[in-house]
């Protein structure tokens, strides 16, 4: 069961929906802040620099303690492949870079509707690429996002995976958008349920990122509709009230089919992306994602 203080915070946002739904999707997530402030900010005990030579805004993440000194992570935000930035990726990682101990690498691709797919995975293929030329292993990279960037790290593996790239070494999807033709039960069993999420909104933004209606089935878009074969461990967590649950639940089965080492935490009572809340939930989460990736990326 949730904790006491998550129901009642939750209870709240659920009862301003439509103020939360656009404050998830609008305001707060596209806050441009630039990156020499994001770089400044100190969270959850790590500390980050500029990054440079890569095209696009990014920052590293230093937490206090360096416990794999060749691994790193790379996150990729959400905000439905239309919102988001560096000041929103710098608070969602820090806490699971602090448990991980190990470095995080967070940036700010290109956003629909001005860029559409694929703009953004030819954004993290390129941070993929800086990170091998900086001198990590592939093994020892972990793949983080939540949402839309839960999505792209999808995209990111199988296209690594198609080139015959190396691939990385683990991925932890934090309520990751697999299914963006919206055909998993959740999407109308739990849509009063949910307290942040709107589907209509969440179907425009697809449309906007995919740039048509009918492109969203395909596994280009929708990564769910792929083979998962030869892909790293990978962690799933999801909330049991947002409409993004079958989402996971269906990744998981077709991982599991595909002889993946993949395992789905669901989180009861917990709404979209609830390890940026500061539930007690989200730092026991955050904790459970930080020792995935520490145990999957450290030396053996």
């Known amino acids: 069961m949730p904790s006491r203080r998550s129901q009642e915070m939750l209870e709240l946002i659920r009862s301003h929906k439509k103020l939360a739904s656009n404050v998830s999707n609008g305001m707060l997530m596209k806050i441009n802040a630039p990156a020499e402030q994001v770089a400044k900010m100190r969270v959850s005990g790590t500390r980050a620099k500029l990054v440079e030579g890569l ?13 794999a000194e060749n691994a790193v992570l790379m996150h990729m935000h959400g905000g439905a492949y239309v919102s988001g930035g560096l000041l929103q990726c710098r608070a969602l990682i820090s806490p699971i870079c602090a448990e991980a101990g ?22 993290a293929y390129r941070a993929y690429q800086f990170l091998l030329h900086s001198g990590y292993p592939a093994k020892r990279i972990g793949l983080v996002g939540e949402s839309a960037g839960g999505n792209l790290a999808l995209e ?9 790239e190396a691939l990385p070494g683990a991925l932890a999807l934090l309520s990751p958008w697999t299914d963006l033709k919206q055909t998993g039960e959740s999407y109308q069993t739990l849509k009063d349920a949910d307290a942040t999420l709107n589907g209509e909104e969440l179907m425009k933004s697809a449309i906007d990122f995919a740039g048509s209606e009918e492109r969203l089935a395909s596994s280009e878009i929708s990564p769910l509709f792929n083979s998962f074969k030869g892909f790293p461990p990978t962690l799933i967590h999801c909330g049991t009230r947002e409409i993004l649950l079958s989402d ?10 595909d002889g993946v080492d993949a395992h789905l935490v669901r989180w009861e009572g917990m709404c979209h992306v609830f390890q940026a809340f500061g539930f007690e939930e989200s730092k026991a989460a955050n904790h459970q994602l930080g020792t995935f990736l520490y145990d999957h990326l450290k030396d053996h």
């Open 55 to 67: 095209d696009m805004p990014a920052v590293m993440i230093e937490p206090k303690e360096i416990r």
């Open 102 to 123: 190990i470095r995080a690498l967070t940036f700010s691709y290109r956003l629909a509707p001005q860029y559409p797919y694929p703009a953004q995975l030819e954004d």
């Open 156 to 164: 990111l593996t199988l296209r690594l995976r198609a080139e015959g």
């Open 248 to 257: 996971s639940e269906k990744l998981e089965e077709a991982m599991l089919r």
